[in-house]
């Protein structure tokens, strides 16, 4: 029988294996088995997590699997070979065609202690790590009640303003970037608006600055500056997942990079989709390790392990439309478009649009809709 294999049960694994269970489907071709492996029982919506982790932010793989048809297997992948994939456990699982899912995780900073003493909001652990952390902070103490986040870039932006309402105007919140402006990396459009919101949620930001040691008390920065603060959170960038090595040819931030119908150009029986590959979203601009382009590279992945084993045409990848909300707190967000970032929503309007997406839009469809309904979600028959 022949067998597809996801591996990573992220945006792009989930919807990858929905799209191709709805090809499956509508080709007719119920000898095509497909398994997803991931090595956690559900998705992890990680873009809410700067709210802390709440329970409805991890989406049960297996319901949904279920009422698709789509086998898992609960496995930490250790290793890709040309036609099977290795288990930490010591298993094997074959596959014909394998789509890579395994995602990112945080670029925590060669720094001294950060490891041992530093946070970071990047998966449901490590949000419940902080959130414990933080609900233990004796805020009359003034160490304890110092926050310093370290990377003013949307993640941090986004930790750093939340923090606010979750700790209240006691709290000293510091946000520390090498860069010489909050959220430089999201362009000019919005660099003098994220200015102002830190300025309303009485942030300091510190620009042009490193931090050099990382103790349970204190941080030390690269000026020499110490501030003494029991917490310090790291939002420092995303890095693949270390599956990608040896697999083929990676951009400069270590994504593999894949051709137009998202395929590994040395390994045309290997796709890969989300934030472990760099495709081409225009002409002019490659994906970034984000929601908005993991979901739809996964069902074009999806669409093409399926299309590709019954001979057919394989599908384009491509997604000339961009948007970003960039959360600034529970009442205010900016939504943009473009890849210039042209803003579009601010303040309450901007809120209300990061929650519909956070809530509706990057949720899955539920599996309590039944297979055809969850198909036509994913796979609109006139797409
Ligand atoms: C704090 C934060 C805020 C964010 N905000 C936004 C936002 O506002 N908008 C946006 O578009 N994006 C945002 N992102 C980025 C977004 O979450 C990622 O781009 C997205 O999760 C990528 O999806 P993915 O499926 O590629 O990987 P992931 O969601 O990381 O999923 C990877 C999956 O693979 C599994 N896995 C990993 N390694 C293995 C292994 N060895 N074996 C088996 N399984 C494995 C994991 O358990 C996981 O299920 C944010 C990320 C963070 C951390």
């Not at 870039?153 to 979750?166: K, M, P, V």
């Not at 590994?264 to 290997?270: E, F, G, K, R, V």
Request: a negative charge; one cysteine or more.
């Amino acid at each position: 029988m022949p067998n597809i294999t996801i591996a990573g049960g992220g945006f792009a694994g989930v919807w990858a294996a929905l799209a191709a269970a709805a090809t499956r489907h509508r080709n007719t071709a119920d000898a095509i088995d497909i398994t997803l492996v991931s090595k956690d029982a559900d998705l992890c919506i990680r873009p809410r997590l700067y709210e802390g982790a709440k329970a409805d932010m991890r989406v049960p793989l297996r319901p949904l699997l279920d009422t698709v048809g789509v086998t898992f297997a609960q496995q930490d992948v250790s290793g890709i070979s040309d036609s099977a994939v290795q288990t930490r456990a010591g298993g094997t699982l074959d596959f014909d065609r394998l789509i890579l899912a395994t995602g990112s995780h945080l670029a925590m900073p060669p720094v001294r202690g950060a490891s041992d003493h530093g946070f970071a909001v990047d998966d449901y652990v490590s949000t419940a790590r902080l959130d414990a952390h933080l609900d233990g902070l004796d805020m009359s103490v003034a160490r304890a009640a110092t926050v310093v986040v370290v990377g003013a870039s949307f993640s941090g932006l986004e930790i750093a303003t939340a923090l606010r309402d979750r700790l209240g105007p006691v709290a000293r919140i510091i946000l520390l970037d090498q860069g010489a402006v909050a959220g430089h990396s999201l362009g000019s459009n919005v660099t003098s608006a994220i200015a102002e919101a830190l300025s309303r949620a009485d942030i300091t930001f510190v620009g042009e600055e490193t931090v050099t040691e990382v103790t349970a008390r204190r941080i030390t920065l690269g000026s020499g500056t110490i501030i003494e603060t029991d917490t310090c959170i790291f939002a420092t960038g995303l890095r693949p997942s270390p599956l990608v090595h040896g697999l083929g040819a990676q951009a400069s931030d270590g994504r593999l990079q894949v051709d137009a119908f998202l395929r590994l150009p040395s390994q045309p029986t290997l796709f890969a989709a989300g934030d472990v590959a760099a495709g081409q979203a225009d002409a002019d601009h490659m994906t970034l390790m984000s929601c908005q382009h993991a979901m739809p590279m996964g069902v074009v992945a999806g669409q093409n392990a399926v299309l590709d084993l019954l001979g057919q045409p394989l599908i384009r990848y491509a997604q000339p439309d961009y948007a970003t909300c960039l959360s600034l707190g529970q009442s205010d967000a900016i939504f943009t478009q473009g890849w210039d970032r042209t803003v579009v929503l601010t303040g309450t309007e901007g809120a209300a649009m990061k929650a519909q997406i956070n809530e509706t839009w990057i949720y899955p469809p539920a599996s309590t809709l039944g297979r055809e309904a969850i198909f036509d979600t994913i796979l609109p028959v006139s797409a």
